[in-house]
């Protein structure tokens, strides 16, 4: 599966931005999907995953609260919802596939994807 992210931007602190990542090549109901971002100088880290089907999602507790994960099966897309950024949000943030099999509470380990995209860059700042 070839994954895609899009929507990064500059936004202002408290402002909110809309990240999605589409797939190709199979259907994305075929994997759990998970979030991460990779700030400058320092390593990637886990922001949020979402089960196959959509029913269960994990947040890092950086983000709980105020983003939110979703899918979209049939449109092959998944999406990360951020509201009330801060300026500690700014990143790179990159999509990823994990077998459908994967329990969700082991969804924030970057081990247990197989596929991951391209980022998108996230600036918070005024």
């Known amino acids: 599966v070839q994954l895609q992210a899009s929507g990064g931007g500059l936004v202002q602190p408290g402002g909110s931005l809309r990240l999605s990542c589409a797939a190709s090549?199979?259907?994305?109901?075929?994997?759990?999907m998970g979030w991460f971002r990779q700030a400058p100088g320092k390593e990637r880290e886990f922001v949020a995953a979402?089960?196959?089907?959509?029913?269960?999602?994990v947040y890092a507790d950086s983000v709980k609260g105020r983003f939110t994960i979703s899918r979209d099966n049939p449109k092959n897309t998944v999406y990360l919802q951020m509201n009330s950024l801060k300026p500690e949000d700014t990143a790179v943030y990159s999509c990823?596939?994990?077998?459908?099999?994967?329990?969700?509470?082991?969804?924030?380990?970057?081990?247990?994807?197989?596929?991951w995209g391209q980022g998108t860059l996230v600036t918070v700042s005024s």
């Open positions: 990823a596939a994990a077998s459908r099999t994967t329990y969700y509470t082991n969804l924030a380990e970057p081990t247990k994807y197989g596929y």
């Open positions: 090549g199979r259907t994305l109901s075929n994997y759990a």
């Open positions: 979402i089960s196959w089907s959509g029913s269960s999602t």
